[in-house]
């Protein structure tokens, strides 16, 4: 990926953490005290620590979806950091720019990412997009 593109997708990753941060803190209470509040404030906090804490003190069912986030985030921003960033982790093909720019935190090209999807396991109402005939 080129320089300048993994520069603003890296911006955006950072406005994207800091959000969710924002919200996560707002959920614990912003109490400044809190030893979980000044670790999600570092600037390169030790993600998987830290969710692992977050899942242990607030319902993860609730908060699963932004810890996630974050965690993608983390690792999406460790990939520009590498020089892997935009890279499919599947095949090593360059994922598409526009794809990237849709979802930022993407790790798979798309034909890499259906494949993923077609392995995982349909659940009971699932929606698909068979037609019906």
Do not use: W
Not at 59 to 82: G, K, M, S
Not at 100 to 110: I, S
């Amino acid at each position: 990926m080129q320089n300048d593109a993994a520069v603003l997708i890296e911006q955006r990753l950072a406005k994207m953490q800091d959000e969710l941060v924002t919200l996560l803190k707002t959920h614990l209470g912003d109490d400044p005290t809190h030893p979980l509040i000044s670790r999600l404030t570092q600037q390169a906090p030790n993600v998987e620590s830290l969710v692992a804490d977050l899942s242990q003190e607030m319902n993860l069912t609730v908060y699963e979806r932004e810890l996630a986030q974050i965690n993608d985030i983390a690792a999406a921003r460790a990939r520009i950091r590498e020089g892997t960033f935009g890279i499919c982790a599947n095949c090593k093909s360059p994922i598409n720019r526009k794809r990237l720019d849709a979802y930022p935190t993407a790790k798979r090209c798309l034909p890499c990412q259906a494949l993923q999807e077609k392995k995982l396991p349909k659940l009971p109402g699932t929606p698909t997009l068979r037609r019906v005939r």
